[in-house]
């Protein structure tokens, strides 16, 4: 069975940071991109961020500059490095891949969400 497991969520005052990972399980996957999506209490989920398996990343406006993904392909493993946070980055963040497993697929893989949460 695949999965997408988070770790690193919390809570930071604002301008601090933190750092999510996101390391996927199963034998045989494909998963490409990888990235990060992140809901916040009342809205839909939106994009964050995402990196493609050569490394292209591609990031939403309102975190370009704070923000930075990174990936190791080798080890189906993200980051999710953020700086400067905000009280508006407060959500709970998904990974995300879309995964091919046994030439199955693609489809769409989720982690079970991380809390993060930027005081004032």
């Known amino acids: 069975q695949v999965q997408l497991v988070e770790s690193g969520g919390g809570s930071v005052q604002s301008g601090g940071s933190l750092r999510l990972s996101c390391a996927a399980s199963?034998?045989?996957?494909?998963?490409?991109?990888m990235g990060w999506y992140r809901q916040a209490p009342g809205k839909q989920r939106e994009l964050v961020a995402t990196?493609?398996?050569?490394?292209?990343?591609t990031y939403a406006d309102s975190v370009k500059g704070r923000f930075t993904i990174s990936r190791d392909s080798a080890e189906n493993t993200i980051s999710l490095q953020m700086d400067a946070m905000k009280p508006e980055d407060t959500a709970v963040f998904y990974c995300?891949?879309?995964?091919?497993?046994?030439?199955?697929?693609?489809?769409?893989?989720w982690g079970q969400g991380t809390q993060v949460t930027v005081s004032s």
């Open positions: 199963g034998s045989n996957l494909i998963l490409n991109p």
């Open positions: 990196i493609t398996s050569g490394g292209i990343t």
């Open positions: 995300y891949a879309k995964a091919v497993k046994d030439f199955f697929g693609p489809y769409d893989l």
